[in-house]
């Protein structure tokens, strides 16, 4: 085997270009790795799981048009053998336990420096699982909660949304950004509108569902037929 074929062949999701330049430097002074191509929306990553297989993936959530978490699904059956990375803002349970059903092997917040990412690599690369340690601290404690000790009972119930409920395409159009990982400030940038006006859309749309969360809103909104992503 040549030196070039030894090398972590990787792959880069990312939209912010100076996160991704700095991930793909990184990566380059990294004797064993190269980067075999970067994208930065949702689209253009999809289309180019088209080409050879990539050996890690390191990827966003938030994409400009869609989440990076469609990606991850699609890798994960397009190349199975791929390890998937996924580096992101966003620590919340519903994104870290959807990213990994979709076939995420590690999950890292975006507080550490580019630099250490190639290390970060090489773990997932040899088999294992590189995770922040308050994303760690997250999984732990929905594993204690969904042990074999807990019942039916006592399992957390699924928030039933009330019948009948109606949502402004405005508040849809929160829920559907939220549903991609977008953050408030994000969203208001997006919709053209202050982080205050995107908190009162939010308030309305925790009463209409009689919800106190952002990922039950997301759930009671699904369960409820009221998002299309």
């Known amino acids: 085997m040549s030196a070039q074929n030894a090398l972590i062949r990787v792959a880069i999701v990312e939209d912010d270009p100076r996160t991704r330049d700095a991930l793909a430097k990184a990566i380059h002074q990294a004797?064993?790795?190269t980067v075999l191509w970067t994208e930065n929306t949702c689209q253009a990553a999809l289309a180019a799981l088209s080409r050879p297989a990539a050996d890690v993936l390191v990827i966003d959530l938030g994409l400009p048009d869609g989440s990076g978490i469609d990606v991850i699904r699609a890798a994960h059956q397009r190349w199975p053998s791929?390890?998937?990375?996924?580096?992101?803002?966003?620590?919340?349970?519903?994104?870290?336990?959807?990213s990994i059903?979709?076939?995420?092997?590690?999950?890292?917040?975006?507080?550490s420096p580019a630099e250490t990412m190639a290390d970060e690599i090489r773990l997932l690369h040899?088999?294992?699982?590189?995770?922040?340690?308050?994303?760690?601290?997250?999984?732990?404690s929905r594993l204690r909660a969904d042990g074999p000790q807990a019942s039916d009972q006592s399992a957390p119930a699924r928030v039933p949304a009330?019948?009948?409920?109606?949502?402004?395409?405005r508040e849809t159009e929160v829920l559907e950004l939220f549903t991609k990982g977008f953050t408030y400030e994000e969203?208001?940038?997006r919709m053209g509108v202050t982080r205050h006006t995107v908190q009162t859309f939010v308030r309305r749309i925790y009463a209409k569902l009689e919800v106190g969360s952002k990922i039950e809103a997301i759930n009671a909104a699904r369960e409820q037929g009221l998002l299309r992503v």
């Open 31 to 33: 004797p064993d790795m």
């Open 82 to 98: 791929c390890h998937v990375m996924v580096s992101t803002i966003f620590g919340d349970e519903y994104h870290v336990l959807q």
């Open 101 to 111: 059903e979709a076939g995420a092997h590690g999950y890292l917040l975006k507080d």
């Open 126 to 140: 040899a088999g294992g699982s590189p995770v922040s340690p308050m994303i760690a601290r997250l999984i732990l």
């Open 162 to 169: 009330r019948s009948g409920v109606t949502m402004s395409p």
């Open 187 to 189: 969203i208001a940038q």
